[in-house]
């Protein structure tokens, strides 16, 4: 009996441990991951929108950063714009804009943020 407990002590903490390697989980409406745009362009990413500056609507960019432990701290804005960067990138867009951030916890997740905008070209 006292064996079985050790067993059982020693395969959680070995789960909680290695559970560490991968803290957060990232997802997106954006599937592919090679970018359509140069990794050094600069993305705008911004709450509001961009009356002065011509651009067409590529579309809508969905990202989501969930942490998977406890342990982790809670997703940020800033991974959630690196998110919506990469996704930008990857559809050739030149901003990301009306982004709307969502935080909370779900029930896979110990803690989720969500940034949904849409991805706009620049007109020249």
Known sequence: ???KR???IVVLVAGV???GCATYRASSNITSESPSTKLDTIILITEGSLPDRKHTVIGPIEVSIKKLTIFNKDPTKEMVNEALTEKARAIGADAVINVIYKSGVGFTTWGYMDGNG???KFSE
């Open 1 to 3: 009996m006292q064996l």
């Open 6 to 8: 050790i067993g059982l």
């Open 17 to 19: 441990l290695s559970s």
């Open 118 to 120: 849409t991805g706009v």
